[in-house]
């Protein structure tokens, strides 16, 4: 039986009707939650995401202060920007959109947000948090993963996870989540020097590519019946289309999906609910800043 789609479009936009609700709720208590989104340079796929971010934000009635700044920005100048969006009472959220131009040091940057302002969870106390199971912003690619599996009910208790990836803003946090809980799964986080990727591949229940390079996990590579989530994201050419280029991630998703249970296609699985799960934190940083509750998060 081919695999049952992860459609994250569809839970994106269920979520965010969630949180509409909510934001009207906010309003007669004088709240509305505003996110300060920071853009240095004028890389198109940076735009294009601030852009998604700026959208999310105007059709959930959240205030979106936006702020782009030219690619020779100093990083004294973007510094001090932060440091007034950190006193701004109407700012909820801090984003910094990465990557950064190189002469600009990106984690002094994502360290002067005010830790209770890091929306998109990359803030060392965050994530520190994280790592204790205590309650803090979740990154948000991550958490939209966490929360596809959480809707699909696919049994994470005990699962054998692999993620391929271990970056500091996909595979390592996803890896921290899954492993505590309430999800229990035992996780295995391979790299570029893992040793016989595709034997760790094969034994998992879960198959999570965070790599960013087409093909990586091919059919032969997965256990018939395993779940696959695929969080890459990769253009390449395609005469075909208008723009010259399609979007591809990182499973051979052809090949795979006849033998999954569940997988998500690229475009429309995990890539929508990554604003989603930003615009989530932004609420939820709203809700707590001024001391009112929150809807319990998963
Ligand atoms: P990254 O920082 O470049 O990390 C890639 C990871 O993959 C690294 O840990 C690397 O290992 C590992 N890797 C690369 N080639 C490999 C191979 N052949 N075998 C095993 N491991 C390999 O990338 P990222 O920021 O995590 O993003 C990963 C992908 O997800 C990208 O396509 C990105 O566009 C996409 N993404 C999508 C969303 C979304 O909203 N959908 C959000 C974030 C990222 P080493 O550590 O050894 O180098």
């Known amino acids: 039986m081919p695999a049952v789609v992860l459609n994250g479009k569809e839970l994106a936009e269920e979520l965010r009707h969630d949180l509409s609700v909510l934001v009207k709720d906010l309003k007669p208590r004088g709240v509305v939650p505003g996110l300060a989104v920071i853009l240095v340079g004028e890389d198109p796929a940076s735009a294009s995401y601030v852009l998604g971010k700026e959208k999310a934000c105007k059709e959930l009635g959240m205030n979106s202060f936006d702020h782009r700044l030219p690619a020779d920005t100093t990083e004294d100048d973007l510094l001090r920007l932060i440091a007034s969006l950190n006193q701004r009472s109407d700012v909820d959220g801090i984003l910094v959109q990465l990557p950064l131009p190189a002469a600009i040091d990106a984690q002094r940057v994502l360290r002067t947000i005010d830790a209770d302002k890091d929306v998109d969870g990359f803030h060392p106390v965050s994530l520190g948090k994280m790592l204790l199971g205590e309650p803090t912003f979740l990154p948000c690619t991550p958490y939209g993963v966490v929360k596809l599996l959480e809707k699909a009910h696919v049994p994470l208790k005990g699962a054998e996870v692999v993620i391929v990836g271990r970056s500091n803003i996909v595979g390592k946090p996803l890896a921290v989540m899954l492993m505590q809980a309430p999800y229990h799964a035992t996780v295995t986080v391979c790299h570029t020097k893992t040793k016989d990727l595709a034997s760790h591949v094969r034994r998992a229940d879960i198959v999570i590519a965070a790599v960013g390079h087409p ?84």
């Open 215 to 298: 093909g990586t996990i091919t059919a032969d590579m997965v256990k018939p019946g395993a779940c696959v989530i695929d969080v890459g994201v990769s253009r390449v050419d395609d005469a075909t289309k208008v723009k010259g280029f399609r979007l591809a991630g990182d499973v051979d998703y052809d090949a795979v999906a006849p033998l999954a249970s569940y997988i998500t296609p690229v475009p429309g699985g995990v890539g929508p609910m990554t604003i989603t799960m930003l615009m989530y934190n932004t609420v939820y940083s709203a809700c707590r800043r001024h001391s009112i509750p929150f809807p319990p998060r998963g």
